[in-house]
T-cell receptor
């Protein structure tokens, strides 16, 4: 299992509920990224981790979104009080060290549906 | 401005036809990297190629080939003798010095290969 894994693969929730999305990066990769892809759209950058710290949270769309990474490995993206516009595929990627040109490897994504 | 443009929103071809997906980029940096990713219906982005700005040699991998031309700021992707399994959304991305870890993605080209 050398690739990026994400769970759950699908999540259906009701408006107003909180959700947690998990990402397990490739072993040894210090950089981790979260993206959001709305139906038929491109990729929207959300947040970047280098180790356990997040030097760039600029893409988080609102304060309902937060993310953490522990032990320099697994990351959790939390969306509080979900809204229907949060429905999207959330993609996680990891790369070796986050330098320019570092190749990002993506997980299969979590499809979030907010009813 | 740093930007990636994939002007072709959707392309349909018949199996065994050749098809070229266009990617035009903008950057002020002299050091940068370009990428192509494939997103099949399953949703996971699959890394195809990385090219740095100092290497303008074209690359061929099986039925895939890439044409990098700095003079026109383009990094086009050609699939020869297309197959139904090539049906996917293809994304071009740019990683540039002043952006460090950040990728700038194009909006993607949906390729449909008809049997």
């Amino acid at each position: 299992g050398a690739g990026v894994s994400q769970s759950p693969s699908n999540k259906v929730t009701e408006k107003g509920k909180d959700v947690e999305l998990r990402c397990d990066p490739i072993s040894g990769h210090t950089a981790l990224y979260w993206y959001r892809q709305s139906l038929g759209q491109g990729l929207e950058f959300l947040i970047y981790f280098q180790g356990n710290s997040a030097p760039d949270k600029s893409g988080l769309p609102s304060d309902r979104f937060s993310a953490e990474r522990t032990g320099g490995s697994v990351s959790t993206l939390t969306i509080q009080r979900t809204q229907q516009e949060d429905s999207a595929v959330y993609l996680c990627a990891s790369s070796l060290d986050g330098r320019v040109g570092d190749t990002q490897y993506f997980g299969p994504g979590t499809r979030l549906t907010v009813l | 401005a740093q930007k990636v443009t994939q002007a072709q929103t959707e392309i349909s071809v018949v199996e065994k036809e050749d098809v070229t997906l266009d990617c035009v980029y903008e950057t002020r940096d002299t050091t940068y990297y370009l990428f192509w990713y494939k997103q099949p219906p399953s949703g996971e982005l699959v890394f195809l190629i990385r090219r740095n700005s100092f290497d303008e040699q074209n690359e061929i991998s099986g039925r895939y080939s890439w044409n990098f031309q700095k003079s026109t700021s383009s990094f086009n992707f050609t699939i020869t003798a297309s197959q139904v399994v090539d049906s996917a959304v293809y994304f071009c991305a740019l990683s540039h010095t002043s952006g460090t870890y950040k990728y700038i993605f194009g909006t993607g080209t949906r390729l449909k290969v008809l049997a």
